[in-house]
């Protein structure tokens, strides 16, 4: 059974609301879900995980203090279990996203599986427009979910893989037998 993990971390709260939008559009093509903050989430977290969408806003240009400790961290003790997962960056952002770039570039260096899926812009700098935001916000965000469990959905596990891998070479064999007793 494919899992999927949503970790993030927001500041204004808005991260955290596509986190479980996201989880909501995910939810309507897999079954297994889970939504963590950074400060929630424990390494027994990834046991299983096929997928990992990790979320946070853009602040500065740049990810916020908790998110880069938690990748600072990962990237030290817990490299290992995030490789071969399919990743996905997400993030609410005002004025330029960059927080998106620099997780795909982590996830990368963690060597996951980088979806590069389009979130679309997910914020406004314009208060008399935050309302509206949020409503395409959270559209937006169950539609991307749904976009990252279709995808994982998609991938062959690895088990699965080499078991296949595994009868192609039993085929070919028992085919070269086959032809050198004709012959």
């Known amino acids: 059974m494919k899992k999927f993990l949503i970790i993030y971390d927001t500041s204004t709260g808005n991260t955290g609301k596509m986190a479980k939008y996201i989880a909501e559009g995910a939810q309507s093509v897999l079954a297994n879900v889970m939504v963590k903050s950074i400060n929630e989430f424990e390494v027994n977290d990834l046991e299983g995980v096929t997928g990992i969408a990790i979320g946070c806003p853009t602040y500065y240009r740049a990810l916020t203090d908790g998110m880069k400790n938690f990748l600072e961290k990962a990237a030290l003790e817990m490299k290992k279990e995030f490789a071969g997962k399919i990743g996905v960056a997400f993030g609410a952002y005002g004025w330029s996203g960059e927080s998106i770039k620099l997780l795909n570039e982590t996830m990368r260096y963690f060597k996951m599986k980088v979806l590069e899926i389009d979130q679309g812009t997910t914020g406004t700098p314009d208060e008399t427009l935050y309302l509206t935001a949020l ?21 062959k596990s690895k088990r699965r893989l080499h078991f296949r891998k595994k009868i192609t070479e039993r085929i070919k064999k028992a085919r070269k037998k086959v032809t050198k007793r004709r012959a």
């Open 135 to 155: 409503s395409e916000i959270m559209e937006k965000s169950v539609n991307f979910g749904k976009e990252i469990a279709k995808q994982i959905t998609k991938t």
